[in-house]
């Protein structure tokens, strides 16, 4: 079956910046609304950010906005948030999804992507 897979997470300082990639597997996703969640220790999964098909509609939650950017490459099946001014609160295991047949994020609740990767760290130090 199709899967997404993410990469790019690791270890920084606050302040630092890092991007994630989520590369999918198969051409469909590209065409679909994708995201960026992530749960923190201790935590229930929340989300981050999304991003339309075309990628001309975009929504963040409130406690990233101003500081990170999710685009994508349909061409390449990947997306990825770029993650500037990072603090401690944003440390967390951080999941990419796709919904299945969507190509507006009109919800944020997790049920509303149906494929998702396996998570990668992501930890800020002081």
């Known amino acids: 079956q199709v899967q997404l897979v993410e990469s790019g997470g690791g270890l920084v300082q606050a302040g630092g910046s890092l991007r994630l990639s989520c590369a999918a597997s198969g051409r469909p996703f590209s065409r679909n609304a994708m995201a960026w969640f992530r749960q923190p220790p201790a935590k229930e999964r929340e989300f981050v950010a999304a991003?339309?098909?075309?990628?001309?509609?975009?929504d963040y939650a409130d406690s990233v906005k101003g500081r990170f950017t999710v685009s994508r490459d349909n061409a390449k099946n990947a997306l990825y948030l770029q993650m500037n001014s990072l603090k401690p609160e944003d440390t967390a295991a951080y999941y990419c999804?796709?919904?299945?047949?969507?190509?507006?994020?009109?919800?944020?609740?997790?049920?509303?992507?149906?494929?998702w990767g396996q998570g990668t760290q992501v930890t800020v130090s002081s």
């Open positions: 999804a796709a919904a299945a047949r969507f190509l507006t994020p009109a919800d944020r609740s997790r049920t509303f992507y149906e494929y």
């Open positions: 991003i339309s098909w075309s990628g001309d509609v975009t």
